[in-house]
């Protein structure tokens, strides 16, 4: 855009909101105070009513405003989730999508794993090959794949009911 801008053949710059235009609010500030109006662009921004044809005091005095807080919203909510999901952690609760091979998901609470009997032994295997008879993980899986033990995606397609398609072998 900024390429075709300065090729002349852009002269209105038109976001849903400043958020949309950039998030860094000393670069957007720049853009808005000094590289679009050098090169005679409009910018506008339609949910925050920012034209600078306008010229008004809501544009000098509101859009650094909501700059800053366009910077620093994301990163609050990432920080959020991040010691949410910690505070969950630390708790014991299980917080992934998908529950590792071996194991499922507990159906009266989702953030306890219980152990899943159908393919439990298969894990059990895995740690014996691996730990009393040296199996490396190419060794385990050529194993498991000779005997067409399923993997978890089949597994998984397998448990949701779908058996309208046809479930590869491969390695784990």
Excluded at 22 to 48: K, S, T
Excluded at 87 to 115: C, M, Q, V, W
Aim: aromatic share 8%; charged share 30%.
């Amino acid at each position: 855009m900024m390429e075709d801008t300065r090729n002349g053949k852009v002269n209105t710059i038109v976001v849903k909101d400043l958020s949309r235009f950039g998030r860094e609010h000393l670069q957007v500030w720049n853009f808005l105070q000094v590289v679009l109006p050098e090169m005679r662009i409009r910018f506008i921004a339609i949910g925050d009513d920012v034209d600078s044809a306008k010229g008004s005091l809501d544009y000098d005095l509101m859009v650094p405003i909501k700059n800053i807080f366009n910077e620093y919203y994301p990163a609050d909510c990432s920080r959020k989730t991040r010691q949410a999901l910690k505070t969950k952690a630390e708790n014991g609760e299980f917080i992934a999508a998908r529950a590792p091979y071996g194991y499922r998901k507990s159906k009266e609470d989702k953030h306890i794993l219980e152990i899943d009997e159908q393919t439990a032994p298969v894990v059990r295997e895995i740690f014996e090959l691996a730990a009393y008879h040296s199996f490396g993980y190419d060794k385990i899986a050529r194993e498991l794949r000779a005997r067409k033990v399923l993997t978890p995606p089949p597994i998984l397609h397998k448990a949701k009911g779908s058996h309208t398609q046809r479930i590869r072998m491969t390695g784990i």
